[in-house]
T-cell receptor
Framework: AQSVTQLGSHVSVSEGALVLLRCNYS??????LFWYVQYPNQGLQLLLK??????LVKGINGFEAEFKKSETSFHLTKPSAHMSDAAEYFC??????????FGKGTRLHILP | DAEITQSPRHKITETGRQVTLACHQT?????MFWYRQDLGHGLRLIHY???????NKGEVSDGYSVSRSNTEDLPLTLESAASSQTSVYFC????????????FGQGTRLTVV
């Protein structure tokens, strides 16, 4: 069975600082990995996805994530946080024949 | 533009009543999913469908049912609403399994009193 663990339910960073949101996965087969973002009172939207083409994946709004098989990790980063990045972020895992499983989410707070 | 819509957006119901939440997508996607979102639990899968007449249980399916009579709709029914089912419910769809993006509705906030 697949699963994801997001470390830290809340993360606070100063505006302009590095954003790092951690995600570790468990999968018995090569996984597909996703990061989704949820703004207040909205549904989720895709930030980026890993599908084995390249280990460093670039997404929207300046975010990127690196797939590290040896560490079973897919951490999300952004070099410089902006106030508009305040939201909840979900890591998710899937495989070829299965549904998408989400982590518990990390709420990102941006400090002025 | 294609979209996925949920209705109602907000609902208050009484314990013991049957409630149906609607989900309609115009993406022509094969796969549809229902999740509930609760503080501290993230999104948990309730039921899902890979096509017409196909339904499957997710990790928190007790007290819920779905039916898939066409490609566009996957209504979620709470047979006898309980206070523990107070939550925000999201419907999602994907074209295929595996590496394809999930498209989400705006959510339905259900309160059971």
């Amino acid at each position: 069975a697949q699963s994801v663990t997001q470390l830290g339910s809340h993360v606070s960073v100063s505006e302009g600082a590095l954003v790092l949101l951690r995600c570790n996965y468990s999968s018995s087969v090569p996984p597909y990995l996703f990061w989704y973002v949820q703004y207040p009172n909205q549904g989720l939207q895709l930030l980026l996805k890993y599908t084995s083409a390249a280990t460093l994946v670039k997404g929207i709004n300046g975010f990127e994530a690196e797939f590290k098989k040896s560490e079973t990790s897919f951490h999300l980063t952004k070099p410089s946080a902006h106030m508009s990045d305040a939201a909840e972020y979900f890591c998710a895992v899937s495989d070829k024949s299965d549904k998408i499983i989400f982590g518990k989410g990390t709420r990102l707070h941006i400090l002025p | 533009d294609a979209e996925i819509t949920q209705s109602p957006r907000h609902k208050i119901t009484e314990t013991g009543r049957q409630v149906t939440l609607a989900c309609h997508q115009t993406w022509n996607h094969n796969n549809m999913f229902w999740y509930r979102q609760d503080l501290g639990h993230g999104l948990r899968l309730i039921h899902y469908s890979y096509g017409v007449q196909d339904t499957n249980k997710g990790e928190v399916s007790d007290g819920y049912s779905v039916s898939r009579s066409n490609t566009e709709d996957l209504p979620l029914t709470l047979e006898s609403a309980a206070s523990s089912q107070t939550s925000v419910y999201f419907c999602a769809s994907t074209l295929d399994r595996g590496d394809t993006e999930a498209f989400f509705g705006q959510g339905t906030r259900l309160t059971v009193v």
